[in-house]
């Protein structure tokens, strides 16, 4: 676990200082409440609590340096162009429609996405240089995942674009999107990493694909000689339950058991050497909605983290899980000294 995938833009909240564009944190940042209980559960309740934050430019530093010292490296995302509510309401003027936009109070996947507008590339791009000074990744994530096509359908100014590239539809309006993007990053000397979507409608030229809703995006993107990060949802979402639901905090749901990351295995028989060498590695993912605290989120990925942390450097043949087991509670002793709080029944 050498990197850290730091996921700073929302559809409930923009969480990185952007000089150039102050109204993403001085309006994206905060949101007027926040959802009660499960986001799949309706009737919705809200809890009429103001919430936000967020980092400035100078605690990011603070961040990237702190990880440089103990060789991680810190990979930032800026979703684009779905997942982009937080950013829309701050500048109203990148949506397809005139809006009002609000900063989302529950948790899911929104209609309202960034147009494919001059102006709004210009945004990402400025937005980006940013980004770009403050993390010296050679990768930047822009996303790509749940992103409703809607209203792109029904936009003027998409359905031109659509016209004017000669684009089938709006999923190859969507890696027209990517790859625009990804053209401006790569000029400056980065590379994307992009959600396992961005395959519809054609992969971006040297685009890595992390793959979360199944493994078959990485296998897709492995075949074609692309880099991939395999993190399938299956194993690798630690925002899942980790035991029995009915004595658990609250999570998003799914049931992903200590046993059962631990029997994950990152590179897919069906590729061949030369295709498994496009796989990086695997990757947890703790997305925080039912995350409250710090606390919480060490309980949601101890002892997992370490399960996984062998899956990435143990080869498949070599894994044992009866060895594992004695081996982890060694681990146990080691949070406690450390006053790290983590699930001490996982199995």
Same mark, same amino acid.
Request: one cysteine or more; a negative charge.
């Given at each position: 676990?050498?990197?850290?995938?730091?996921?700073?833009?929302?559809?409930?909240?923009?969480?990185?200082?952007?000089?150039?564009?102050?109204?993403?944190?001085?309006?994206?940042?905060?949101?007027?409440?926040?959802?009660?209980?499960?986001? &799949?559960?309706?009737?919705?309740?809200?809890?009429?609590? =103001?919430? &936000?934050?967020?980092?400035?430019?100078? +605690?990011? $530093?603070?961040?990237?340096?702190?990880?440089?010292?103990?060789?991680?490296?810190?990979? =930032?995302?800026?979703?684009?162009?779905?997942?982009? #509510?937080?950013?829309?309401?701050?500048?109203?003027?990148?949506?397809?429609?005139?809006?009002?936009?609000?900063?989302?109070?529950?948790?899911?996947?929104?209609?309202?996405?960034?147009?494919?507008?001059?102006?709004?590339?210009?945004?990402? !791009?400025?937005?980006?240089?940013?980004?770009?000074?403050?993390?010296?990744?050679?990768?930047?994530?822009?996303?790509?995942?749940?992103?409703?096509?809607?209203?792109?359908?029904?936009?003027?100014?998409?359905?031109?674009?659509?016209?004017?590239?000669?684009?089938?539809? !709006?999923?190859?309006?969507?890696? *027209?999107?990517?790859?625009?993007?990804?053209?401006?990053?790569?000029?400056?000397?980065?590379?994307?990493?992009?959600?396992?979507?961005? #395959?519809?409608?054609?992969?971006?030229?040297?685009?890595?694909? @992390?793959?979360?809703?199944?493994?078959?995006?990485?296998?897709?993107?492995?075949?074609?000689?692309?880099?991939?990060?395999?993190?399938?949802?299956?194993?690798?979402?630690?925002?899942?339950?980790?035991?029995?639901?009915?004595?658990?905090?609250?999570?998003?749901?799914?049931?992903?058991?200590?046993?059962?990351?631990?029997?994950?295995?990152?590179?897919?028989?069906? #590729?061949?050497?030369?295709?498994?060498?496009?796989?990086?590695?695997?990757?947890?993912?703790?997305?925080? +909605?039912?995350?409250?605290?710090?606390?919480?989120? !060490?309980?949601?990925?101890?002892?997992?983290?370490?399960?996984?942390?062998?899956?990435?450097?143990?080869? $498949?043949? /070599?894994?044992?899980?009866?060895?594992?087991?004695?081996?982890?509670?060694?681990?146990?002793?080691?949070?406690?000294? @450390?006053? *790290? /709080?983590?699930?001490?029944?996982? *199995?």
């Amino acid at each position: 676990f050498n990197t850290f995938h730091w996921h700073l833009t929302e559809d409930q909240g923009w969480r990185i200082e952007i000089k150039k564009y102050p109204e993403l944190t001085e309006v994206g940042a905060y949101r007027k409440e926040t959802l009660i209980g499960h986001g &799949g559960k309706k009737p919705f309740k809200y809890d009429g609590k =103001p919430y &936000g934050g967020f980092y400035t430019q100078d +605690e990011i $530093k603070e961040v990237v340096k702190y990880a440089s010292a103990r060789h991680i490296t810190i990979i =930032p995302e800026i979703e684009m162009p779905g997942h982009s #509510l937080a950013a829309l309401a701050s500048y109203p003027q990148l949506a397809c429609t005139p809006g009002p936009f609000e900063v989302a109070t529950r948790w899911g996947v929104f209609e309202d996405i960034y147009c494919t507008k001059e102006e709004t590339f210009e945004f990402l !791009e400025n937005v980006l240089l940013e980004v770009m000074d403050l993390f010296p990744s050679k990768y930047i994530h822009i996303g790509g995942d749940e992103a409703p096509k809607a209203r792109w359908k029904e936009c003027k100014t998409c359905q031109g674009v659509i016209k004017r590239e000669g684009l089938k539809d !709006e999923h190859e309006l969507q890696s *027209y999107f990517i790859q625009r993007m990804e053209k401006f990053l790569n000029s400056h000397d980065r590379e994307i990493i992009g959600w396992d979507e961005i #395959l519809e409608g054609g992969l971006a030229p040297n685009a890595t694909v @992390m793959s979360w809703r199944g493994t078959e995006g990485g296998i897709a993107a492995a075949m074609q000689n692309h880099d991939a990060i395999m993190t399938p949802w299956s194993h690798c979402y630690f925002d899942h339950y980790q035991t029995n639901p009915e004595t658990e905090p609250l999570a998003i749901g799914g049931l992903t058991t200590l046993e059962k990351v631990y029997s994950y295995n990152p590179i897919p028989d069906t #590729l061949t050497r030369r295709q498994s060498k496009h796989i990086l590695g695997a990757q947890g993912n703790v997305w925080t +909605e039912y995350m409250t605290n710090s606390d919480y989120v !060490e309980y949601m990925i101890l002892p997992r983290m370490a399960a996984l942390s062998e899956v990435n450097w143990t080869y $498949k043949s /070599n894994k044992d899980w009866e060895s594992f087991k004695p081996r982890v509670q060694q681990h146990f002793l080691m949070y406690q000294r @450390m006053g *790290y /709080n983590y699930c001490d029944h996982p *199995y």
